[in-house]
């Protein structure tokens, strides 16, 4: 098998994985939850979709170069940064890709089960809430990508930089 189809293999699972785990907690979470605390849950996934983004756009366009300087004078996370930018294609793919699409599809469920419960608890025809829901997800998911990526394009090494901070607190290779 080729390096190139290990890659693919490696998204196709990691999707996999993330999409059940992300799935389960927000529906076990929904199962458990009032409407107004599913509404949060709601706003959380579509933010980490927009983070996620962020990050991706970001690790294109920082310079490696600010972060050699750093890494020289043993500034932790500068090293972590640097491998994020060699990175930038597989670490853009996952951010983009992998977590975003699937906090995409887990919102649009959450959306779901926000309508419907919102619709039974309050009379309301379930299809104007699903489609006030549907219109709010949608603009607040392409608003929020498109003024962080605006964020992710100008302070592209900053946002890296903290990434990096954090992949050294965390010790992930």
């Known amino acids: 098998m080729k390096k190139k189809d290990n890659w693919i293999l490696t998204v196709f699972i990691m999707t996999f ?11 076990i979470l929904a199962a458990n939850f009032n409407d107004i605390v599913l509404f949060i849950i709601l706003v959380l996934v579509i933010a980490i979709g927009i983070l996620f983004d962020a990050i991706g756009v970001a690790s294109i366009t920082a310079k490696e ?8 004078n043993k500034i932790k996370g500068a090293k972590e940064a640097i491998t994020i930018i060699k990175k930038s294609d597989r670490i853009s793919s996952i951010c ?3 977590v975003g699409d699937v906090c995409g599809i887990i919102s649009g469920g959450l959306g779901a089960v926000l309508a419907i419960s919102l619709a039974t608890n309050t009379g309301i025809n379930k299809t104007i809430i699903a489609i006030l829901l549907s ?21 592209a090494d900053a946002i890296i930089f903290v990434v990096g901070k954090i992949k050294h607190f965390l010790h992930l290779k």
């Open 17 to 27: 994985i993330l999409s059940i785990l992300f799935s389960g907690v927000s529906n």
């Open 65 to 72: 170069a600010t972060f050699h300087s750093m890494s020289s």
């Open 96 to 98: 983009n890709d992998v």
């Open 135 to 155: 219109a709010f997800i949608s603009s607040f998911t392409v608003g929020g990508k498109a003024i962080f990526k605006r964020v992710a394009l100008k302070k």
